[in-house]
């Protein structure tokens, strides 16, 4: 069973800082490409952020060098540092997990919520 737990949101001012956290089960974690994708209400899920299982990130046109996406492989966990945020950021966060082989799979976390706010 694949289990995606997210984990750090909350509440922050504007120009504040958070963790994400997503912690993996079920998968050979050092296989996926680890992403997190966030929603607005009324907006489509969005790419924040994608890192590949050698290591590679990417980031989505709005970051401009506020977050920084990583993974650690021993512990199945991927994380987002999210600096500058800004209350446009606010959004439910999700953990993606991906492999594209023969088959595709793909895998989303339940969300956390991140509100930016004075």
């Known amino acids: 069973q694949v289990r995606l737990v997210e984990s750090g949101g909350g509440l922050v001012q504007p120009g504040g800082s958070l963790r994400l956290s997503c912690a993996a089960s079920?998968?050979?974690?050092?296989?996926?490409?680890m992403g997190w994708y966030r929603q607005a209400p009324g907006n489509q899920r969005e790419l924040v952020a994608v890192?590949?299982?050698?290591?590679?990130?990417n980031y989505g046109g709005f970051v401009k060098g506020r977050f920084t996406i990583s993974r650690d492989n021993a512990i199945n966990t991927v994380y987002l540092q999210m600096n500058s945020l800004k209350s446009e950021d606010t959004a439910v966060y999700y953990c993606?997990?991906?492999?594209?082989?023969?088959?595709?799979?793909?895998?989303w976390g339940q969300g956390t919520q991140v509100t930016v706010s004075s």
């Open positions: 890192i590949s299982s050698g290591g590679s990130p």
């Open positions: 079920g998968v050979i974690f050092s296989a996926y490409t």
């Open positions: 993606n997990a991906r492999f594209e082989g023969t088959v595709v799979y793909n895998y």
